[in-house]
């Protein structure tokens, strides 16, 4: 099955610095991209995806881009604020009827 | 609308004994989803169901049954709770499948076997 793994596990950035997790997964037939942002206590919520007919996408000061030859996945973070202080996990799914594949987790403090 | 919810959000059990989890989502998504989530570990499919009267193995399915009688109800049952079932459970609910979707999340049941 898929594999995907996160790097690094803990990441502290100054406010206002950019951010930037990286992923890679194992299935080359994977081609849907999710990440979602975990706060502490709360639920995994969606925080933007891509699939694999695009290489970047960008959704306010959050990016993703994507590599398939390599077979890795960033997640971007522009201009960090506390509030970006969560866990975030980036998944994988190879196709129709194939469930997702979720990374381990990044926990990323911002630093005031 | 309250989206995806889940009951009880903590429970304590002793080894041996049963529950069952409940998940109700009012979203009229045709797939449902149970996860675990253990520390360093991420998220980890136990079940899941693509529809009404459906169910499927995840990756860790072992220890735990489901069944998905209505449309808008996913349960987990633990017939003999062990120490290493103690988690946080969420169930997830997705309009198409999960590979193509977004997953929508409840908030989550955390369990403590004693």
């Known amino acids: 099955g898929e594999n995907v793994e996160q790097h690094p596990s803990t990441l502290s950035v100054q406010e206002g610095d950019s951010a930037v997790i990286k992923c890679t997964y194992s299935d080359s037939a994977s081609n849907y991209f999710p990440w979602y942002k975990q706060e502490l206590g709360k639920r995994p919520q969606l925080i933007i995806d891509?699939?694999?007919?695009?290489g970047e996408k960008k959704d306010q000061r959050i990016a993703v881009t994507l590599n398939k030859t390599a077979k890795h996945f960033s997640l971007h973070i522009t201009e960090t604020q506390p509030e970006d202080s969560a866990v975030y996990f980036c998944a994988a799914a190879p196709g129709r009827n194939n469930r997702l594949a979720f990374g381990k987790g990044n926990q990323v403090v911002v630093i005031p | 609308n309250a989206g995806v919810t889940q009951t009880p959000k903590f429970r304590v059990l002793k080894t041996g004994q049963s529950m069952t989890l409940l998940c109700a989502q009012d979203?009229?998504?045709?797939?449902m989803y149970w996860y675990r989530q253990d520390p360093g570990m991420g998220l980890r499919l136990i079940h899941y169901s693509v529809g009404e009267g459906t169910t499927a193995k995840g990756e860790v399915p072992d220890g735990y049954n489901v069944s998905r009688l209505k449309k808008q109800n996913f349960l987990l049952g633990l017939e003999s709770a062990a120490p290493s079932q103690t988690s946080v459970y969420f169930c997830?609910?997705?309009?198409?499948?999960?590979?193509?979707?977004?997953?929508?999340f409840g908030p989550g049941t955390r369990l403590t076997v004693l």
């Open positions: 979203m009229n998504h045709e797939y």
């Open positions: 891509i699939r694999s007919n695009v």
């Open positions: 997830a609910t997705s309009q198409r499948d999960s590979s193509t979707d977004t997953q929508y």
